[in-house]
């Protein structure tokens, strides 16, 4: 994160909006609920969520956590269910470059800002770097108790009984834990926090991570936040331990067999696909020789991408 100021002086194009957008005692706001979130993690703060180009539900919140954090000197990575070149990922980035003028990457290490809808880079991030989650509902007791007054009374006093009681339910119902996205996480041994609809494949990797990740909730203005290496623990039991989700093949394209996959439909015979959701983590090996049982076809690819835009991995 760069100072705001630093070089807007030396910007050399005429800046029709305020930088990033937001005016500056907005983004003063919201940097001290960003503040305050990052001295209690996992704390819901509330704050004065501003109206914005675009509708609720299409990433307010992260947008206005991002305007808040990001400088001149900034490189900004957007990723849409993890691909780069998705509808909500291409018009953020453009956004961004239009109303501050800052740099735009689709590599992972090269970015200094990662805003993420659904998804959590498959390159491990690194210190230095922010990673912003737009997230739809941060709360993760609304669809148990739907009164605000009584959960922000089970998170002051830890009273986290009724999430235990329904991964119970579904071990009782299917044998298992059958959440797969949006799965609860306990932060820093207090509270009760929704990772956002990430898939519970990245839940690992919001544990010890040593970027800062930031939750923007626009819709329900809230903001809060992992600081750098700190713990995060998937809720589980003795007796049925947290597991993420694998796969049976790998990477249509680029063999791997350690991401998070998407199912593709290539035809109306049937044909289908499995490959990476990450589209840069993708490439990369690509580039770097690995090639899957389709061995990176470009006809597949040219094919593939529409699809996967068209189909993503997560609800909305």
């Known amino acids: 994160m760069t100072g705001p100021h630093d070089n807007a002086a030396g910007r050399s194009f005429r800046q029709p909006y305020n930088f990033a957008y937001l005016d500056e005692q907005s983004k003063r706001m919201i940097r001290r609920c960003i503040l305050k979130s990052m001295a209690v993690p996992g704390l819901q703060v509330p704050f004065g969520s501003r109206e914005m180009p675009l509708a609720y539900g299409w990433g307010t919140g992260g947008i206005q956590v991002t305007a808040s954090v990001i400088g001149p000197n900034d490189t900004l990575k957007v990723i849409d269910q993890g691909a780069d070149d998705a509808t909500n ?13 800052i740099a735009t990457t689709e590599i992972t290490e090269a970015a200094t800002i990662i805003q993420t809808r659904h998804r959590v880079p ?19 007791l609304r ?13 002051a006093y830890a009273e986290y009984g009724l999430m235990s009681v329904e991964l119970y339910e579904d071990i009782a119902r299917f044998g298992h834990i059958a959440t797969t996205n949006s799965y609860p996480v306990m932060t820093n041994g207090r ?44 809720l589980d039991f003795e007796d049925h331990p947290f597991r993420v989700q694998r796969w049976r093949q790998c990477c249509s394209l680029c063999g ?3 991401s998070y996959l998407d199912e593709i439909v290539m035809s109306d015979k049937g ?10 983590y993708c490439t990369t090996r690509r580039n770097h020789g690995h090639l899957g049982p ?19 991995s997560e609800s909305r």
Not at 89 to 101: D, L, P, T, Y
Not at 122 to 140: D, F, H, N
Not at 272 to 280: A, I, K, L, N, Q
């Open 271 to 280: 044909r289908r696909m499995f490959v990476c959701s990450d589209t840069d």
């Open 294 to 312: 389709d061995r990176g076809d470009p006809a597949d690819i040219e094919l593939l991408l529409p699809s996967k835009i068209a189909t993503g």
């Open 143 to 155: 669809r148990l108790e739907p009164r605000d007054s009584e959960t922000r009374k089970m998170h």
């Open 89 to 101: 990922a291409v018009s953020i980035r453009r956004f961004f470059k239009r109303v501050a003028g």
């Open 122 to 140: 498959e390159t491990p991030l690194k210190e230095g770097q922010i990673i912003v989650y737009q997230v739809p509902s941060p709360e993760p």
């Open 191 to 234: 509270y009760l926090m929704s990772p956002s609809p990430i898939p519970k494949f990245d839940n690992p990797k919001i544990a010890n991570n040593p970027a800062i990740q930031l939750f923007g909730a626009g819709r329900e203005k809230r903001i809060y936040a992992v600081p750098p290496y700190t713990q995060v623990q998937s």
């Open 256 to 258: 791997a067999t350690d």
